[in-house]
């Protein structure tokens, strides 16, 4: 079972940015896909980026498209989500996923979630 560990959030004005990074305990990390998950309250968890397991394909959802990037280091077992041009909108507890694959399959392909680092965009 793999262990995903996030770090990075906080409390950011809008317009400021943010990088988070996750930490994977499995050695074959970089055999998958790897995505970022958010959750606000009272919603339902929604699906931010995803990256396959060479980073040469990215995906991400149109909320936050030309805002976010999504980037990994298998060296380390890392994965990041550089977060510019943060809105209110934004605010939601962020989790980390393993995937199933090497490559995103869509937002129900992934397997383990990580506790989750709490973004908070104020207005």
């Known amino acids: 079972q793999v262990q995903l560990v996030e770090s990075g959030g906080g409390l950011v004005q809008a317009g400021g940015s943010l990088r988070l990074s996750c930490e994977a305990s499995r050695r074959t990390f970089s055999n998958y896909a790897m995505g970022w998950f958010r959750q606000a309250p009272g919603k339902e968890r929604e699906f931010v980026a995803a990256?396959?397991?060479?980073?040469?394909?990215?995906h991400y959802a149109d909320s936050v498209k030309g805002r976010f990037t999504i980037s990994r280091d298998n060296a380390k077992n890392m994965v990041y989500l550089q977060m510019n041009k943060l809105i209110p909108e934004d605010t939601a507890a962020y989790y980390c996923?393993?995937?199933?694959?090497?490559?995103?399959?869509?937002?129900?392909?992934?397997?383990?979630w990580g506790q989750g680092t709490q973004v908070t965009v104020s207005s």
């Open positions: 990256i396959s397991w060479s980073a040469n394909s990215k």
């Open positions: 996923a393993i995937g199933k694959s090497n490559y995103y399959r869509g937002p129900s392909d992934f397997s383990s």
